[in-house]
């Protein structure tokens, strides 16, 4: 049977299934299984064994369920509240200033955690209505809480991005500095959209009048919210680049900032501790099977020689390499819209990885631009997990559509920013480049 029927049938039978509402994991992992058996037989599963071994060996598997947990203990401590009380006192006075603010807390939260949904929650159950009852537009405080949230998955660390590393072989640590440069990249834009946003239309986001501005006393006071965030970040991302601890052994540094932040808030409790182990627990279970689906498909769809067929696909492109690179992103780009960050790593990079390092391109690069994509998907519809993470926590008038429409803006900020490390590589190769 001919590679392209092959093909057909493949990716026919993958879209049969998750039509039908199966999950992405056992869907991309029983197929792939069921081809391997039909195309090299039986023995082909002790090659999918081995390299799931091989994975399972990896220290860096550790970092998973360690920034998992690290994320589960922050969402209840309190954090939030106090850094968000800083917020206002500190911008209250500018316009657009609390959606400015919100982005600031969305960047901290997303340099401690490593997840997306932590700073959606946070911040559209805290920052939400106060910026609602203060005058602000709707779409303006659900736009900058959107976006603000998805950067969890870029501002390192990442759990997405130690999955990009294991599936490409490419160093963590230097996806972590990577990471850094575009993310402040992307806080600079959008606050800069919001700004000569609110600039041109002023009663889009309203300063506070002047009798509920804080004293210049009060604004130094309420400093002290952000020295365990700031303490927390420099424990994992300084014990990195430093090269005090390895990616892993930060993550455990990580946890216990996490555990001295739950003490002193006084949130520290055995049914915390227990809650969090049960979620972390969930969450692990569910990366290892995808880690099994993305060794099943890539021995899949390699042993085919399927390879050849999509290089030879990528040459037809007009453009050259960047022809090739920019077809690229806008294939995960739209599948971004339909299926989950993980799903989309697990079908386009064991793809996608041979040809871009062929092409001359830097991997850790095309891993930013690819994480960007990522995160990007968490905030298009129909089906971005942060526009779900948002419907559950905002008050019953404001509909799934105004999600819809509130983060339109945001995203052309974000392909902006994707478009601008994309013309200047060193924004994302010059800090891997500087420590490593």
Known sequence: MSIEVLTLLFFGALLFFLVLGLPLTFVLGGVSVVFLYFTWGFDSFFMVASQIWSTMESFTLVAIPLFVFMAMILERTGVANDLYRMMHLWWGGVRGGLAIGTLGICALFAAMCGISGAAVVAMGTIALPSMLERGYDKNMALGCINTGGGWGILIPPSILMILYSLITGVSVGKMFAAGILPGILLMVL??????????????????????????????????????????????????????????????????????????????????????????????????????????????????????ELIEGLMEMIPGGPWGVILSMMLIVFLLAMVLDPVGIMLITLPVFMPIVEGLGFDPIWFGILFVINMEIGYMTPPFGFNLFYLKGVVPPSITMQDIYKSIIPFVLVQVLGMAVIMVFPDIATYLPELFF
């Not at 002047?210 to 965030?229: D, H, N």
């Open 190 to 307: 959008t606050t800069a959209y919001i700004i000569i946003r609110c600039y041109l239309q002023p009663h889009l986001a309203p300063a506070l009048p002047p009798e509920e501005r804080a004293s210049w006393g009060e604004k130094f006071r309420a400093l002290r919210a952000v020295i365990l965030p700031i303490a927390i970040v420099v424990m994992v991302l300084g014990s990195i680049i430093g090269g005090i601890t390895t990616p892993t052994e930060a993550a455990a540094v990580g946890v216990l900032g996490a555990l001295i932040s739950a003490m002193v808030y006084r949130k520290f409790t055995w049914s915390l501790m227990h809650e969090a182990a049960i979620r972390t627990f969930k969450l692990t279970g569910m990366i290892m099977w995808i880690l099994f689906a993305a060794h099943a498909f890539s021995a899949a769809y390699q042993s085919m020689g399927a390879q």
